[in-house]
T-cell receptor, first 113, second 114 residues
Framework: DTEVTQTPKHLVMGMTNKKSLKCEQHMGHRAMYWYKQKAKKPPELMFVYSYEKLSINESVPSRFSPECPNSSLLNLHLHALQPEDSALYLC????????????FGPGTRLTVL | KQEVTQIPAALSVPEGENLVLNCSFTDSAIYNLQWFRQDPGKGLTSLLLIQSSQREQTSGRLNASLDKSSGRSTLYIAASQPGDSATYLCAVSWNSGGYQKVTFGTGTKLQVIP
């Protein structure tokens, strides 16, 4: 099973809402990533978890809060977002951090009104 | 800081042609380079991964090469098909202050015309 799943597929939220994105993999991978992709742009790295510990935070605003409850699950909690945060949010995983094939999920299309 | 550039930004070819996509990066201290395809509004599909110690990788009609010293990689697609139409992205895994980061290239949008 080389699948990374993400839920929900689409999310529309207001600027005062609190929502969460979920990412799951059952490949035994120990590194998981969140990326943000704006239209017609490449993905930009947001966070990296390695062995369930946050190892990289690319100066992401605090309205994005990642969480890794266990080695298979990665969440991204959203609060007080801005319309410019509307994007495709992609999750990926690798066996270890950085040296292996990245497997991507299908993404969550987020729209902030 | 690692910067990754892809040329051309867009490419349109007739079906059956062989084609080459280019990826260049500024810092040669990389761990690996990965090529992906992305269909509109979708996630990324991994095509090939080249470790820093390797020169090339092949999968079916795809061949990717890596010249780390010059900061270049190419993706060769043989006998292109309409189903190859997508955006192709290269991504470089590299060391930044002891941490491994990933930077994506700007992408090449490929259209294969039947």
């Amino acid at each position: 099973d080389t699948e990374v799943t993400q839920t929900p597929k689409h999310l529309v939220m207001g600027m005062t809402n609190k929502k969460s994105l979920k990412c799951e993999q059952h490949m035994g991978h120990r590194a998981m990533y969140w990326y943000k992709q704006k239209a017609k742009k490449p993905p930009e790295l947001m966070f990296v978890y390695s062995y369930e510990k946050l190892s990289i935070n690319e100066s992401v605003p605090s309205r994005f809060s990642p969480e890794c409850p266990n080695s298979s699950l990665l969440n991204l909690h959203l609060h007080a977002l801005q319309p410019e945060d509307s994007a495709l949010y992609l999750c990926a995983s690798t066996i270890g951090q950085g040296t292996d094939t990245q497997y991507f999920g299908p993404g969550t299309r987020l729209t902030v009104l | 800081k690692q910067e990754v550039t892809q040329i051309p930004a867009a490419l349109s070819v007739p079906e059956g042609e062989n084609l080459v996509l280019n990826c260049s990066f500024t810092d040669s201290a990389i761990y690996n380079l990965q090529w992906f395809r992305q269909d509109p509004g979708k996630g990324l599909t991994s095509l090939l991964l080249i470790q820093s110690s390797q020169r090339e990788q092949t999968s079916g009609r795809l061949n990717a090469s890596l010249d780390k010293s010059s900061g270049r990689s190419t993706l060769y697609i043989a006998a292109s098909q309409p189903g190859d139409s997508a955006t192709y992205l290269c991504a470089v895994s590299w060391n930044s202050g002891g941490y491994q980061k990933v930077t994506f290239g700007t992408g090449t949008k490929l259209q294969v015309i039947p």
